[in-house]
C-alpha cells in the first residue's frame, strides 16, 4: 500500500514565497508510484490541502489529517520545505513529534538552536569552531555605535537573528550608517547580531543522510555581482554558484571535516547547509540552514547534482530513510 506523505510548504515569515517554490519542486519529483502526495500548506491565517486544481481543504490540527472529499486521509510522513518559521525553527518538527509523525528534518531542538544565529554560533566556537567577532542586540536596548564599531570594526554586517535568504541583512560602510541598518534588521526580528566582516572567499557545503550513511557533498564556491551575497544574488541570479568550489584539496578536506563536525556535534538530522568564508586559510563559520533552499536555483541540489544524485534520488532517498528507521531524538545515521 503506497504511503501518504504530506509536503508542507508556506511558513510565517518572509520566506513563504521561495518555500512554496521548493516544496512544489520537491512534489514534482517524488516517486508517485511508491507515494500518495499531498502539498500543504501552512500560513498564518490558515493550513490547507490543496490539490492539482489549486482547490484548497482545511488540514485539521487536531491529528494532522485532512478531508477533501469527506474521507479522512491521514500522513505517514512528511517532507518539510518550509523556510523559516515555523519550519526551521522547530515548532512543526515539535508539533510532528507530539502527534508520532516522521519528517525528513532535523528534531525540534536542534532546529530552534540552528535558527537562532546567536545562540547557534555561541555553542559552536565553545568546540573551536572559527566564526566572525560579533556584538549582540535586543529590541529596545540602548545602541552604542562606538562599542559596536570598536569591538566588530568597518565594514561590518548587520543581521536579523533569526531570519533566512538574506532577509534583514545590510553590509554596513561607516558608524552613522549602523542606526539605519539596525532598524532594519529590527523590521525582521526583535534580535540582531553584528558581525565583523570577514574578507576571503564565500563557501557552502551541504550534508544530507543518503542510504544510510551521513555525505558531505560537493562544496560550491560564491562569487556574488553584489557588494554581498543577497536575496537578489541568491534568486535573481547575480551570483555565480561554482561547484565543485575553486580551492585546494587540501581546503576541500578541512571544510568537508568541519561541516561533518558540526552535523555531529549538534546532533542535526535530514538536509544541512552550512555557509563559511576562508580567511588566511582558515573557513569561518557564518550559519548553518536545516531547511536549505529545493529550488531550481538553490545550492544542495546542484551540489547533490555534481555528486551524481539526482533530485529525484534525493527527495526519495529522504522519504525513504525516515520510513524504514523513523529518527527521533539520540538517533544517528553512519558517517
Known amino acids: 500500500m503506497k504511503k501518504n506523505i504530506a509536503i508542507l510548504m508556506g511558513g510565517y515569515s518572509s520566506e513563504s514565497a521561495?518555500?512554496?517554490k521548493s516544496g512544489n519542486v520537491v512534489y514534482h519529483h517524488l516517486d508517485r508510484n511508491a507515494y500518495n502526495l499531498f502539498r500543504i500548506h501552512i500560513f498564518r491565517d490558515r493550513w490547507v490541502y490543496v490539490d492539482d486544481n489549486d482547490r484548497e481543504s482545511p488540514v485539521d490540527r487536531h491529528d494532522f489529517?485532512?478531508?477533501?472529499?469527506?474521507?479522512k486521509i491521514c500522513f505517514d510522513a512528511a517532507f518539510i520545505a518550509i523556510h523559516g518559521s515555523p519550519g526551521e525553527d522547530g515548532y512543526i518538527q515539535a508539533y510532528l513529534d507530539l502527534l508520532g509523525i516522521p519528517h525528513t528534518a532535523c528534531n525540534f531542538y536542534q532546529a530552534a538552536l540552528t535558527y537562532n544565529k546567536?545562540?547557534?554560533l555561541s555553542v559552536l566556537k565553545a568546540y573551536g569552531i572559527p566564526c566572525a567577532t560579533?556584538?549582540?542586540?535586543?529590541?529596545?536596548?540602548?545602541?552604542?555605535?562606538g562599542e559596536i564599531t570598536e569591538k566588530v570594526g568597518m565594514p561590518c554586517f548587520v543581521k536579523a537573528n533569526k531570519a533566512g535568504s538574506s532577509f534583514g541583512i545590510s553590509k554596513?560602510?561607516?558608524e552613522e550608517d549602523l542606526g539605519r541598518a539596525i532598524a532594519h534588521s529590527f523590521e525582521e526580528d526583535d534580535e540582531i547580531i553584528i558581525e565583523s566582516f570577514l574578507d576571503g572567499t564565500e563557501v557552502s557545503v551541504g550534508v544530507i543522510p543518503y542510504e544510510g550513511t551521513v555525505r558531505v557533498l560537493p562544496i560550491t564556491e560564491?562569487?556574488?555581482e553584489n557588494d554581498f551575497f543577497d536575496y537578489k544574488a541568491k534568486y535573481e541570479g547575480q551570483s555565480q554558484e561554482?561547484?565543485?568550489a575553486r580551492i585546494s584539496g587540501e581546503m576541500t578536506e578541512i571544510i568537508s571535516e568541519t561541516a561533518l563536525r558540526i552535523y555531529h556535534i549538534l546532533k542535526l538530522r535530514g538536509f544541512t547547509r552550512s555557509e563559511f568564508i576562508i580567511v588566511n586559510g582558515i573557513p569561518h563559520l557564518l550559519e548553518i540552514n536545516t531547511v536549505p533552499g529545493l529550488t531550481a536555483e538553490s545550492i544542495l541540489p546542484s551540489q547533490a547534482a555534481v555528486a551524481g544524485i539526482s533530485a529525484e534520488a534525493l527527495f526519495n532517498n529522504a522519504v525513504q530513510e525516515i520510513l524504514k528507521e523513523p529518527a527521533g531524538p539520540?538517533?544517528?545515521y553512519k558517517v
Not at 65 to 71: N, T
Request: hydrophobic share 25%.
Open 18 to 20: 521561495i518555500s512554496l
Open 65 to 71: 489529517s485532512i478531508a477533501p472529499q469527506g474521507e
Open 118 to 120: 546567536r545562540d547557534c
Open 134 to 145: 560579533s556584538y549582540y542586540l535586543n529590541k529596545g536596548d540602548e545602541i552604542r555605535t
Open 172 to 174: 554596513v560602510y561607516r
Open 222 to 224: 560564491i562569487v556574488t
Open 242 to 244: 561554482i561547484t565543485p
Open 330 to 332: 539520540g538517533q544517528t
